[in-house]
């Protein structure tokens, strides 16, 4: 389906786990049931509350705030942006272009570890954000052409970009010519065009709320150490910051949409899946299609089902702020499944962006280097780095849902309240291991 | 996929945990599977006269016809250092290609194509057809 990422999905086989699989899944399991008890005992009243806290910095965020370091992180993005424009445009139509390593691997898998370790970095860097301030600058009205209103934002949240970036899993796991340029080149044409299209109507806060890379990379650094208090960057415990991150309406359908795409990826990879669709009349991508709506809507309504226990489903306040509990998961699934991509082909496209346009250039003189595969020849290493990212993600989801449930649980359901969100969150974690361990 | 969806919200709930020792014998074995390929410890009769000593031979029989492959996405496993020999029967002109170790086996129509690779990376590679696009077998290297 995608010949340049596909080989590396997922590296390492149940063959390989450190134990056998029944024995994992249990084990992952327990430690589950395990965190639970201990939280039940241990962790009785809300320790945060939403307040947010931690250690202030001012000295980072002078540096953060400062004009010249902002500029140079936005020059860095658009400069980016722009080269690697140059080979979507320009390039030859072949795997060794720069474009589909850097789409695909650079900022849709290189996204998750940037913003879990710098914060929402990627906000800065977006060429499409600067882009809008300069429509701005240009005499577009703060609020577009056809400004909404303040409620209209609120119930919008951050439902656009969930769309965006449903698209975006849609071109990366079905869409059968995603590794040609012309595939490419309307998918970033679609994509700009919704975002400066949006950006012209109604203002730049639209950039915010619709721009599929940007929204992922803020939904994943509320699992990072930086948080903003008043204004100023706090070192904060990532615990802490995922339970008093403010959550738009709407984050319940991006954390569905991400974790049912990955779902969906390593469905795909079990021979039952091949064999099934190719032995099948009907087209591949019709399979595709349903299989990964079908995985994001068994994702949200399982999700619903669990915070169920913890409060009405409307008005959608709890969806979307136990969705805060489900990003460490998305985080897990994300690492366990594409880690060994970011590693392996992530060095492949540094190699190739040296050479944009297939000219035979060495720009950054990192045409010639090799790829080193790092810790994953050994596949034992690879699956236990899965086997943890799963379990431990999970683990931080409990944690964080324990947190937030008693907030908003009254005392004598607080504990009977998390029960079915637990279930769900044990089921994610066998199907999670299912998925990328049984053959 | 839909039609199971209710079943399948149940067996991920429920069920998923349980049923996670039966998961593997839910799939064939991967080489009764193919049926034509067979693993021997030593190196085949027609392989290179001598490979080192401890390189075992992994022969897979391709065959793409009526845009069909069999074997169908078969998952295959082999230790690193099997020497994996395809031969590759096809109605129509196409292309094999071997993902990973970036190797593309052009195919004629009616004629057998054989071809010998040295699995010496370890991870899971995809075996392709072009024409159509079908996965003929997941490689997993061990």
Known sequence: MTPLLVPLHGLGSRQDLPLPLPAAVGAAVLVLLLSFAVLALAWREPRWDGVAGGRALPGLTRLVDARWFRGIVAALGVFAFTWVGAALWFGRDRVTNPVFGFTYVWLWVGLVPLSLLFGPLYRLANPLGRLARLLQLAGLPAGGLRPLSRETWKRLGAFPAAVGLLGFSWLELVQPDNNTLAVLQGWWLALVGAVIGGTVLFGRRWVAAADPFQAYAVLVSRASPWQRVDGVVHLVNPLRHLSTARTPAGTWAVVAVLLGGTAFDGFTSTSWWVRTTQSSGLPRELWGTLGLLGMVALITLTFALGVRGIGRLRPAGPLNLLAASVIPIVIGYAVAHYLSLLVLEGQRTLINLSDPLGLGWNAFGTAELGISPLWLDTPVVTSTVQLLAIVGGHVIGVLVAHELALRVLPVGRRLTGQVPLLLVMIGYTCGGLLLLFSP | ?142
């Open chain 2, 1 to 142: 996929m839909l039609k199971s969806l209710a079943a399948l919200t149940a067996a991920l709930l429920l069920a998923g945990c349980t049923a996670a020792p039966a998961a593997p014998t839910a799939s064939t074995a991967p080489t009764s599977s193919v049926g034509s390929s067979s693993q021997s410890p030593s190196a085949g009769p027609t392989a290179t006269p001598e490979p080192t000593p401890s390189a075992s031979l992994l022969v897979v029989e391709v065959s793409l016809k009526g845009g069909k492959t069999t074997p169908n996405g078969d998952r295959l496993t082999a230790t690193k250092g099997t020497i994996l020999r395809l031969e590759i029967t096809s109605d129509h002109d196409d292309e094999v290609h071997v993902h990973g170790y970036d190797v593309e086996i052009p195919v004629t129509a009616g004629t057998t194509v054989k071809k010998e690779i040295t699995l010496d990376q370890v991870g899971r590679f995809e075996i392709e057809s072009h024409e159509p696009a079908l996965t003929i077998v997941q490689l997993v290297v061990s």
